[in-house]
């Protein structure tokens, strides 16, 4: 005869656990609206989320979220905020305060000859070093605040997001531009798992992850009891896209089987292969763009242009692309999540017998 208790001991848990990955690319990050509308439509259960830049931001509110329903209402309004009012503004100010740094410190002496070889060598180390924002972040912050509960985020999804140790902004942005030619790989990005920081430090964190080198200053994060800059966690491995791409915490510490991998990029480098071997229990998805998702001549203009009208058509290519991509294993999740459901309708009722004298012979 087995007590409530004993019975409990063997109810089933739920068999799988999905992860979902959301790489960096600016304003197409619109794109993971769209992706978040199709899996929220098939009531696919999310159990953990990796983000980088873009992903980070959007993957903050997915996290926070109670469902996937939810998550993509308060991401179209942010989204529909950013179409009205890009948040790519320059602060004048700070633009002009550089530029005269410049003018002065360099140009200014190499004019007149009395500059020396080795002070223009460590005047120009020292530019180089700096940590520069020249854009304006206060829309950010304010959609930040407005949308993402922080108490709601400590008790949500695992959020991990990538960040990159910045030597300097400008340091950050030519060691970005030499490797996406190909001369040099830039150096691994770091994963941070957002609800074992402080409180104070999540926000930076996920701000941290969408630094665009001398677009947004890398934001002081303490890990492991030690302060660090960090600037946007896409420039990491650029030449095998390791930082854009942040799977290895989800197959790491998330226990995922299932993982969905977006990608932002007309043909990304990302070679889901190279994790066969050590996880091959886990099975990967990865819902790559069906047509081009480039809209603008140059990768920096889709990044930091914020049209309305890109934004839409890319929401829709999202939701196209997660259908072809995942549409038959996205069922089967289906069917696992009504069977889960179901299995947990069971379990609350046998909860509510606790108070009386029932067994099972």
Known sequence: MKTKNEYRATMTTKPYRVGLVLSGGG???????????YLADMNISIDAVAGASIGALNGAVVAAEPN????????QE????????SPIKINSTETINYIGRILLGQIAPLIAGTSDPL???ANLETLFSENIGLGDESSIHRLLDKYLDLEKLQKGLPLYVSVYRSQGS??????AIIASVNLNNTKHSEFLHIQSLKRTQQPIAILASAALPLLFKAKQIEVNETNYFYSDGGQGGIKNVQGNTPITPLLELANCTHIIVNHLSDGSLWDRNAF???????????????????????????????????????????YEDTQRCCESVARALHIHEIANQARKQRDDAINELDNDDFHID
Do not use: C, M
Request: net charge positive; aromatic share 10%.
């Open 27 to 37: 304003a197409r990050g619109a794109y993971h609206v769209g992706v978040i509308k």
């Open 68 to 75: 996937l329903k939810i998550a993509f209402t308060h991401l």
């Open 78 to 85: 942010i989204w529909d905020s950013l179409a009205a009012n």
């Open 119 to 121: 002070s223009s060598v």
């Open 170 to 175: 400008l340091n950050d942005l030519f060691s």
């Open 276 to 318: 066969s071997k050590a996880f091959p229990n886990t099975t990967v998805l990865e819902i790559r763009p069906g047509r081009f998702i480039k809209r603008q001549q140059g990768l920096a203009k889709d990044l930091i242009d914020f049209d309305a009208k890109n934004i839409q058509s890319w929401i829709e290519q999202g």
